[in-house]
């Protein structure tokens, strides 16, 4: 559900083409590593706009949430089912 939501938001605010045709960081080659910082420097804008103050605080609470769910999941297979604190 969160991949689609943001899947979704990416093709309405036109993100799509820009971290598509974004060239990959991890290299050995000097020159391909200055392409992708250009490339991005020349999108700078299109991704501030994107990732505004309130996507931090969004992917934060669904870190929380995470991080919820899976200290009750690890605490029912440490406890096997029953009731726990």
């Excluded at 990732?51 to 899976?70: C, G, M, P, V, W």
């Excluded at 200290?71 to 096997?80: F, P, T």
């Amino acid at each position: 559900n969160t991949i689609y939501g943001l899947t979704r938001r990416v093709k309405k605010e036109g993100m799509l083409g820009i971290l598509r045709n974004k060239p990959i960081p991890k290299t050995f080659s000097l020159q391909k590593y200055i392409d992708y910082l250009d490339y991005v420097k020349s999108h700078l804008q299109p991704y501030f706009e994107f990732y505004k103050s309130d996507t931090a605080k969004k992917s934060f609470h669904l870190y929380q949430s995470r991080q919820r769910e899976q200290n009750k999941m690890s605490n029912i297979l440490i406890y096997c089912g029953r009731k726990y604190n």
